[in-house]
């Protein structure tokens, strides 16, 4: 069973670049979610998509955070003009089951962000 | 302001041992908590999720348990093998509110052979 892919796995840039992370949920899962973890945050949910319709984008840090789901086999997160407090690891995750439903996440293997 | 937390950021433990990770709340509106545990380099992994309307639920070698008076649920691990070596977090939720889970920080556990 393939599970949440992520990619890239690892993304090194310079300030001020676009940087684009892609995410590739479980088939059949309708809801798809966009974490980041930071040491002094932790695990904080940024997007929320439920068919394909983001649902609550109340964790997006600011507007250079933009996140898509043009259809139900893919989403992206955008940063643009990225700068260094960007950097982290960032999650997608999956789940079978509308809001509120009892189904549990299940994550993709991050992206590790850098911004120079 | 920290509405899920696991105070302990690591724990040690003999291979064959019992492991019990805990995790406080703070919100009396949660009603749906689970478990993830996360290897280095890799996506947190579901492991055990308990619903409020009980206060004990077991999955082979894990069971959690959860007491809502204290705000309170634990994570057992009998008998604890060196691959549990990971960072474990709970998080929690509001099903009848926002739905979004709140992770605690994480506890790492070592479990020595």
């Known amino acids: 069973d393939a599970g949440v892919i992520q990619s890239p796995r690892h993304e090194v840039t310079e300030m001020g670049q676009e940087v684009t992370l892609r995410c590739k949920p479980i088939?059949?899962?309708?809801?798809l979610f966009w974490y980041r973890q930071t040491m002094m945050r932790g695990l904080e949910l940024l997007i929320y998509?439920?068919?394909?319709?983001?649902?609550?984008d109340s964790g997006m840090p600011e507007d250079r955070f933009s996140a898509k789901m043009p259809n139900a086999s893919f989403s992206t997160l955008k940063i643009q003009p990225s700068e260094p407090r960007d950097s982290a690891v960032y999650f997608c995750?999956?789940?079978?089951?509308?809001?509120?439903?009892?189904?549990?996440?299940?994550f993709g293997d991050g992206t590790r962000l850098s911004i120079l | 302001d920290q509405q899920v937390k696991q105070n302990s950021p690591s724990l040690s433990v003999q291979e064959g041992r019992i492991s019990i990770l805990n995790c406080d709340y703070t919100?009396?509106?949660?009603?749906?908590f689970l478990w993830y545990k996360k290897y280095p380099a890799e996506g947190p992994t579901f492991l055990i999720s308990i619903s409020s309307i009980k206060d004990k639920n077991e999955d082979g070698r894990f069971t959690v348990f959860l007491n809502k008076s204290a705000k309170h649920l634990s994570l057992h691990i009998v008998p604890s093998q060196p691959g549990d070596s990971a960072v474990y977090f709970c998080?929690?939720?509001?099903?009848?509110?926002?739905?979004?889970?709140?992770f605690g920080t994480g506890t790492r556990l070592k479990v020595l052979a």
């Open positions: 998509f439920n068919n394909n319709v983001p649902i609550d």
């Open positions: 998080a929690a939720s509001d099903t009848s509110g926002t739905y979004k889970y709140i």
């Open positions: 995750a999956s789940s079978l089951g509308a809001v509120y439903s009892n189904q549990p996440q299940h």
């Open positions: 919100n009396s509106m949660f009603d749906y």
């Open positions: 088939s059949g899962h309708n809801s």
